[in-house]
């Protein structure tokens, strides 16, 4: 269930850069009823926008202090989703709106902000100056001219010591070449390049702290003043480069993302973690008294979004909160608990887990040659053990069938002799074969349905570092798709002779033999007259 709803809190207007004319434009983005995996996994090195969604409240729920579980941190209260998109689309009604390739993202640091500016178009003015019409030239600028400079990835380094402070900074400038506001902003539309003097930017926390970060720290140089250059494009804050996955920091948060919600399908990913989704959606009611039968779903994907994001910051960084840590627990329900405790999880598997390359295959493992008889009884041959494994994101057990024209004498068993028809992965299984049929071969076929699997296998999750250093760095998954995989083999069983007792084949050598050196000793004889 996916609304759109106008953004009326900051009443964002895009403007078109094609006349000079101030045509406003107003933008819509998707409540975040559900999340959304990405349909295309955006290429590296592709840049993208920001969005945020609106405000949850997650408090209701709470968290063990690492270290001391008779202490609890409480969840956001403003929990929100971001959104990201390579572009929008404004054929409609004449509304600038995300198109059907946006997707959610989660955060990766619980001590820093949500992007907070919103969605801007590269090839539209930044939307805040159209919030007053009564504003003047000289403000309508700063907007810009703060935007192209927390987007300059040169000065990443010397904005990354205002972290703890207020994303807007006051910065002290002056135009070049004399020219003034009314001036410099009909040449911006234009598409021309200006230029900025800088004398500093100044920062300031809630505590009345303050710092200054002066022009030869930008400039990295003894100098008064830097010197800004920048096109309308530039100007464009909550832009995002998308790399991949190559960090070893994040294997952990990367299987996060790829095990749970929106990168597998809701019911998917609880049925995966061991959640019950009715005995969750319960427990939803009697925590928060106006959720009901009628809006759970939509809650139900929000508590789950949020506990994941807990996940991964707790894995990554713990969530510093007033200088204490998330602990092992989540209290408020018991079935999301389950969901936060197989997330965060230790296990052997992170390690190099964003390095692995999945090849979608189904794979048999087999006894070494010679060693194919696992028993004997004087009735059956018994050949194994065979393991089937598979090399996907996730999947179910494999389903085993005997494809012989003549099925009769052959079976499939478990360690225990069970029949079967199918089979855990890795998990051992044998042939067992009727003496009397004197069965020489099996076929077999291996299925595994409805596997979750990456398309193409390569194409896994992404990182997207915001290009303000004081922004927040974000992750998704990768694309997920559904797919059904088979293979087939063909055993071979005492392929020369079908005999199926080695006793006889014995007997019936030593006989044969015993005729030749008869035949021999014969023919060595001298022909007697």
């Given at each position: ?26 933008l819509e983005i998707p409540i975040d009823t559900d999340a959304q995996a990405p349909v295309d996994i955006p290429k590296e090195n592709s840049q993208l926008y920001a969005a945020l969604t609106e405000k949850f409240d997650f408090s209701k729920i709470k968290f063990t202090v690492d ?459 001298s022909v007697e007259l």
């Open positions: 269930m996916k609304k759109k709803l106008t953004l009326s809190l900051l009443t964002f207007f895009v403007f078109s850069v094609l006349t000079l004319n101030v045509n406003a434009t107003l270290g001391n579980d008779n202490e609890y941190i409480a969840g956001h209260t403003n929990m929100q989703k971001i959104i990201l998109t390579e572009s929008f689309d404004t054929t409609k009604s004449g509304l600038a709106v995300l198109g059907d390739k946006w997707f959610t993202a989660y955060c990766l640091d619980g001590d820093l902000k949500y992007p907070q500016y919103g969605y801007f178009n590269s090839a539209a003015a930044v939307a805040a100056e159209a919030l007053d019409s009564g504003k003047t030239e000289e403000d309508k600028l700063k907007i810009y001219i703060l935007a192209a400079l927390l987007n300059n990835s040169g000065l990443y380094d010397a904005l990354e010591k205002a972290k703890g402070y207020s994303v807007d900074p006051v910065v002290d400038y002056t135009i070049s070449g004399g020219k003034d506001a009314k001036t410099t902003l009909e040449d911006l539309r234009a598409g021309k390049e200006i230029t900025i003097d800088v004398q500093k930017v100044t920062y300031h926390d809630l505590r009345g702290g303050q710092l200054e970060i002066p022009a030869k720290d930008l400039a990295k140089s003894d100098v008064s003043t830097y010197t800004l250059k920048f096109k309308l494009e530039d100007a464009v804050l909550d832009k995002y480069t998308t790399t991949k996955m190559n960090d070893r920091t994040y294997d952990h948060a990367l299987w996060i993302l790829e095990h749970s919600y929106p990168t597998m399908p809701l019911n998917t990913s609880l049925d995966y973690a061991g959640v019950d989704s009715v005995k969750l959606k319960e427990e939803l009611k009697t925590l928060d008294k106006s959720i009901n039968d009628g809006n759970i779903d939509g809650y139900l994907k929000n508590y789950v979004y949020s506990t994941i994001q807990y996940s991964i910051w707790k894995v990554y960084d713990g969530i510093n909160n007033d200088g204490k840590k998330l602990g092992n627990t989540l209290v408020g329900s018991e079935e999301l608990n389950k969901l936060y405790q197989f997330l965060i999880k230790d296990r052997e598997e992170y390690n190099g887990y964003s390095t692995l390359n999945f090849t979608n295959k189904l794979n048999l493992e087999q006894p070494a040659s010679g060693k194919e008889i696992f028993k004997e009884t004087d009735s059956a041959y018994t050949y194994g053990p065979y393991k089937a494994s598979y090399d996907v994101l996730s999947g179910g057990n494999v389903e085993l069938t005997i494809t012989n024209a003549n099925k009769d004498g052959i079976k499939i068993v478990d360690e225990n002799g069970t029949v079967i028809n199918q089979i855990e992965p890795n998990k051992p299984f044998y042939i067992e074969c009727n003496k009397k049929e004197k069965i020489a071969n099996v076929s077999i076929k291996l299925t595994l349905k409805g596997a979750s699997a990456f398309e193409p296998a390569t194409n896994r999750g992404r990182i997207y570092y915001a290009l303000y250093p004081l922004a927040q760095n974000v992750m998704s998954g990768g694309k997920i798709v559904n797919l059904d995989l088979e293979k087939s083999f063909d055993l071979v069983y005492n392929p020369k002779t079908g005999v199926e007792n080695v006793a006889v084949l014995l007997l019936i050598t030593l006989v044969a033999f015993s005729l030749a050196y008869l035949v021999l000793s014969y023919k060595s004889k």
